[in-house]
Every structure is written in structure tokens, then in C-alpha cells.
């Protein structure tokens, strides 16, 4: 396996590993069935329903999975490794919509010489309820179903694989983030700074800050998905190179 294979490989397993790693702690539904994940947390939201891989048996297959989530919306992330447009074509005519398509990409943090931060941004790791709501304030103006899916959240979860990071400006929580360690490696997720306080640098260092729990805790890679031209420039300034792209696609549901 060449190097770009081995990097795809680890961002794929990161990516995978963060959106089955709560609900699957969290007692909701995540399994292999025709060659993909499904994750179902039962919510009419495709935050956290969601499909990873390509069906093999692909017309059958997403008839099948559309059926088990009984007309809520849920996501279709086809990794990398699985492109093949006839998958795509197939998603397209079974009322699928491209939702985005994301830069894989992936750091070296033995390469990174710095983890300065450049803001008087406040970050620290979750650790309690009551910053769990904060967490949960800075995200939830994106879907209603945030605060349902996360209030299920135990003290125990907080300290475990998947690690959610908030910041602080002036007292108040702007900016969040989550870092998934799994071994040597580790994925950047939803990374988020309320509108009002965009274009501060507040996002950079929230990047940076999650970086450098990676590297704390001995891995020796960080990966994540830039769905925008501006944000992958951003990465790349801070040594993330692309390896490949994830289709995202979503379906809106039938049920009301």
C-alpha cells in the first residue's frame, strides 16, 4: 500500500470511527449491512443519521436502507475509496441530493513546529454539564436536534475517545470543536465559531488547540474534511495536505 492509500485509509477510519463512536455508546442502531455502516438515531435529522461506504449491491441496497429509516432524512457519505459514479448516478435518481463534496486531508504533527494561538480565545475540554450546554449553544442554531442527541451525553462519555473542545471570548462560548483519537491518529469534526465572531482567528485556533491535544495524546496524524475552498486554504497553512474527496449526499425524508 502506497503512502497516499495509507493516508486515505487512516482519514476514512477516522471519519467512520467519529460518526458511529456516540450513537453507538449512546444505545442507537450501527450496523454493516450490503457492504455500508448504517448509523440510526431514530431523529429527523441527517446529523446523526447516516449511511458511510457504497452499497455493492447498489439499486437493491438503497431501497433496503431508505426503507429502515422509515421517511426520516438521514446522510450518504461516500468515502474516498468508494467513489464510482454509478453509485452516485443511483443515489441521484432515488432522491438523493449532493449535499457537498469535501477535501480529505491530513497532517503530519511531527511536522508541525508551533501550536502557538494567536487569539486570547479561552479553550478547554468539556468536562462537565454545564459546559456540555455551552457546547451545545454554539451548535444548536444549526439543527434542533442537537440538544437532544448531546443531553444524552454521561459524565463518562466526556472523558472517553471522542473529546468536545468549546472556546470562550469575553465569558461567552463561541467556538467548538471535536477531536476523535483512535491509536496514532486523530479526526477534527465539526468545527464551528458562532456568526458574530467569525473572522477573528478564532476558528484557526481552535484548530491549532485540537492539534495539540492529538499530539498529546501520542498521534502522530490528524485528519478532517474542508467542505469549503476558503477553509481548505486555511488547513493548508497549517500543513494539511489533500488526499481525496468524500461525497456527501442527503436525502430529506418523506415523513413530517
Known amino acids: 500500500m502506497n503512502l497516499s492509500n495509507t493516508q486515505l485509509k487512516t482519514i476514512e477510519q477516522n471519519h467512520l470511527g467519529h460518526f458511529a463512536y456516540f450513537p453507538k455508546n449512546l444505545g442507537f442502531a450501527v450496523y454493516e449491512t450490503n ?14 443519521n447516516i449511511v458511510y461506504g457504497a452499497a455493492k449491491d447498489t439499486a437493491s441496497g438503497i431501497d433496503q436502507i431508505k426503507r429502515s429509516y422509515k421517511g426520516q432524512p438521514f446522510a450518504w457519505c461516500i468515502p474516498p475509496s468508494a467513489h464510482n459514479p454509478n453509485t452516485t448516478k443511483a443515489l441521484l435518481e432515488n432522491g438523493f ?40 449553544s454554539v ?44 491509536g496514532g491518529s486523530a479526526g477534527i469534526f465539526s468545527l464551528v465559531t458562532s456568526k458574530d465572531f ?37 488547513y493548508e497553512g497549517l500543513g494539511f495536505s489533500k488526499v481525496g474527496k468524500f461525497e456527501c449526499f442527503e436525502y430529506k425524508g418523506d415523513c413530517t
Do not use: W
Open 97 to 136: 441530493i449532493i449535499e457537498t463534496i469535501e477535501h480529505a486531508m491530513i497532517c503530519d504533527l511531527n511536522n508541525v513546529a508551533s501550536f502557538e494561538q494567536k487569539t486570547d480565545l479561552l479553550i478547554t475540554q468539556v468536562a462537565s454539564k454545564l459546559m456540555l450546554a455551552d457546547f451545545i
Open 35 to 48: 457492504g455500508v455502516t448504517v448509523i440510526n438515531c431514530g431523529l429527523k435529522t441527517s446529523m446523526f
Open 139 to 182: 451548535l444548536e442554531s444549526y439543527d434542533p436536534h442537537i440538544s437532544t442527541f448531546y443531553g444524552l451525553m454521561n459524565d463518562e462519555l466526556l472523558f472517553a475517545a471522542e473529546k468536545l473542545v468549546v472556546g470562550y471570548a469575553y465569558g461567552n462560548p463561541v467556538s467548538i470543536g471535536i477531536l476523535f483519537v483512535s
Open 198 to 234: 467569525q473572522g477573528k482567528g478564532y476558528g484557526t485556533d481552535m484548530m491549532i488547540f485540537l492539534m495539540k491535544i492529538a499530539k498529546d495524546h501520542g498521534c502522530h496524524s490528524v485528519t478532517l474534511s474542508a467542505s469549503s475552498d476558503s477553509g481548505y486554504r486555511i
